[in-house]
Nanobody
């Protein structure tokens, strides 16, 4: 069974940067696409971006690329989400999810999330 665990969520000041990680276990990580979502308080879950097994990335909007970067390190079985220029609107729970090879939502495997809080 594939398991995902997110790390890195914390309280940060607006304007700062943060890197979240998603450790994947239970199968060969390099065969999985990993995506990132977030859920802000009182809002629906929002897709941020994903990276597939051959390092192709996709983002929900082109504007996301300016502040969000999805990457992976197969040697560490880990995917990453870098967030730059944090804003109070970035506050929420961030989840990673995985699926076989390509990013074809909805993904089959989910982490439990990590809380990011941005103070202004």
């Amino acid at each position: 069974q594939v398991q995902l665990v997110e790390h890195g969520g914390r309280l940060v000041q607006a304007g700062g940067s943060l890197e979240l990680s998603c450790l994947v276990s239970g199968d060969t990580f390099s065969n999985y696409a990993v995506g990132w979502f977030r859920r802000a308080p009182g809002k629906e879950s929002e897709f941020i971006g994903a990276i597939n097994w051959i390092n192709e990335t996709t983002y929900s909007q082109d504007s996301m690329k300016a502040r969000f970067i999805v990457s992976r390190d197969n040697a560490k079985n880990t995917a990453f989400l870098q967030i730059r220029g944090l804003e109070s609107e970035d506050t929420g729970v961030y989840y990673c999810a995985a699926d076989w090879l390509h990013w074809l939502p909805p993904p089959n495997f989910w982490g439990r999330g990590t809380q990011v809080t941005v103070s202004s």
